[in-house]
């Protein structure tokens, strides 16, 4: 998914969250020493680089608890790889965790972060489904410190001319990618469909946006065998045997289909919202002539897979409450609009997006926010990297080799419930 790169990437960027231990009343020091003291701060590569600023502010301030950052690769599968090297060992190496969002159930189930007590921390201030991510049964196990939504991005230009509106439903999306983009030596619609993470991304949000899921039940029952979760699926499945979502969107991840974008290569593109700035660089073949709007649906607005990366402690840190001050400094308000202006990445603080200043600067804000509150976690479950694995994996198979629908919710469903254990 992406803000992963640029801004997507950097999904994750910070981390921290507080609690007693696991089982440990909140305070309580970890591991019978000390709870505060020096700590480490693990993530993915800050691309923007302005992460480290936001910490020597915390040290200067802190200096007997300072914060070591330790920067993992770029690439989210490697970060998640290395983390739980670590975190299975029961090492205390890193103390917090900036987390995908998408790996708070799994981390937490596992029993390698701390429950967090959210009154130490303003989740009143933020957008309200950006806190569903960081619960798992109905606990608090993280802080939001970013977020993430898909946008539907359109040229503005070319359907100016043709004197339409940007699609709302997948039947208008449909229909100009079909007659539209033709006309301008066009592709109608990409989003991310190489067989990693952005493509579960995809398919949850058609799903969603259909009213259906895939999973349900913080992950234990399999759902996707239902009428609304196969015309989600079908929105995709048909896109590319009628042709209008092209057979080289196949191979798109985040870089690859804006890339395809901002070179005039396409009509429609579903992304994270670091493409907006991007696409409006002077490098950009598309500057000024673009917009982006919610995803579309079945019937209107559709529903987006929400990002981003949640703070996190590690149930073996020493010292959780420095960590638990350090969270409540990175989700401050200052260091939030920090977040976005220096780091290019979508705070979780709801009022950062209707400040008049920061939407005269970006622009894309006020439509982000909304796509924000209509969008839902991705799947949540204990064993969410094998069950988007499992989804990658059918879902390429069938758009490369044009399943059915119903042979590919066959497949879906079997696979997952081995995973999951009942259908």
């Not at 006309?183 to 259906?212: C, H, I, M, R």
Request: hydrophobic share 40%; aromatic share 8%.
């Amino acid at each position: 998914m992406r803000w992963k790169r640029a801004a997507g990437r950097a999904l994750l960027v910070l981390s921290l969250l507080f609690a007693g231990s696991a089982g440990a009343q909140a305070g309580e020091p970890a591991n019978g020493s000390d709870d505060r003291g020096p700590i480490t701060l693990v993530t993915g590569g800050d691309l923007t680089g302005y992460l480290r600023g936001v910490l020597d502010g915390w040290n200067v301030r802190h200096p007997r608890e300072k914060v070591t950052l330790v920067e993992l690769p770029d690439a989210a599968d490697e970060v998640r790889a290395q983390m739980v090297t670590e975190l299975r060992a029961h090492s205390d190496r890193f103390d917090v965790l900036n987390i995908d969002v998408a790996w708070t159930s799994e981390f937490a189930a596992a029993g390698w972060i701390r429950p967090v007590d959210g009154r130490q921390f303003p989740l009143n201030r933020f957008l309200p489904p950006v806190v569903d991510t960081a619960t798992f049964r109905g606990r608090l196990y993280a802080v939001p410190y970013v977020t993430n939504a898909g946008l539907l991005y359109y040229r503005k230009d070319v359907l100016d001319r043709e004197g339409v509106r940007p699609p709302r439903t997948w039947a208008e999306l449909r229909h100009l990618a079909k007659t539209v983009a033709p006309k301008y030596g066009l592709d109608g619609y990409a989003g991310q469909f190489l067989p990693y993470e952005g493509l579960t991304a995809n398919v949850v949000e058609a799903v969603q946006s259909a009213g259906g899921s895939v999973l349900a039940g913080e992950g234990a029952r399999v759902t996707v065998d239902s009428p609304a979760a196969r015309r989600g699926l079908s929105f995709l499945l048909d896109g590319v045997r009628e042709g209008w979502i092209p057979a080289r969107a196949l191979s798109y991840k985040e870089e690859e289909s804006r890339k395809s974008f901002q070179d005039g290569r396409l009509l429609f593109l579903r992304n994270w919202p670091y493409a907006y700035a991007l696409a409006g660089s002077r490098a950009s073949k598309v500057a000024g002539k673009f917009g982006a709007v919610p995803l579309p649906g079945p019937d209107g607005p559709g529903s987006s897979a929400l990002g981003g990366s949640n703070l996190a402690v590690n149930a073996h840190s020493r010292h959780p409450r420095t960590a638990a001050e350090l969270i409540s400094y990175l989700t401050s308000e200052p260091v939030q609009r920090r977040v976005l202006t220096e780091g290019a990445l979508p705070p979780v603080w709801a009022g950062v997006y209707t400040d008049p200043q920061l939407v005269r600067r970006f622009p894309y804000l006020p439509t982000l926010k909304r796509a924000v509150l209509t969008a839902r976690p991705r799947l949540k479950s204990p064993r969410y990297d094998q069950v988007s694995l499992a989804v990658q994996a059918v879902m390429h198979d069938a758009l490369l080799h044009r399943r059915s629908t119903d042979a590919t919710v066959a497949r879906l469903k079997r696979e997952l419930s081995a995973l999951v254990g009942r259908g």
